[in-house]
């Protein structure tokens, strides 16, 4: 029910924009976040956006360079990424939770991910 998409290969300091779509409705009560697991590590937060408030959350390590949006007319969330390095490659994965947190347990529906390589 989410469909991540704009993964690929990228030089390091290139941008990339992912999408995640989903089917249904997206409530203004819910919460849109992108996760990233790298190979070898556990699954780690990334970015929030509260949907009705479009308020939003990001890791330490990416603040600055990510962006999370959201466009409510499509029923999408973005994550616009700049200044790539490799230690951003992972694979990325949408989530929905019905409230702000950086704890995947309490997201309740994911994407399937999409891989961005960034080369050095």
């Known amino acids: 029910q989410l469909q991540a998409s704009g993964g690929g290969l990228v030089q390091a300091g290139g941008s990339l924009r992912l999408s995640c779509s989903r089917s249904q409705r997206i409530f203004s009560s819910h919460v849109m976040a992108w996760f990233r697991q790298a190979p070898g590590k556990e699954r780690e937060f990334v970015a929030a956006?509260?949907?009705?408030?479009?308020?939003?959350t990001y890791a330490e390590s990416v603040k600055g360079r990510f962006t999370i949006s959201r466009d409510s007319a499509k029923n999408t969330v973005y994550l616009q990424m700049i200044s790539l390095k490799p230690e951003d490659t992972a694979v990325y994965y949408c989530?929905?939770?019905?409230?702000?947190?950086?704890?995947?347990?309490?997201?309740?529906?994911w994407g399937q991910g999409t891989l961005v390589t960034v080369s050095s």
């Open positions: 989530a929905k939770a019905n409230s702000l947190s950086t704890r995947e347990g309490e997201y309740n529906l």
């Open positions: 956006i509260r949907w009705g408030t479009t308020s939003t």
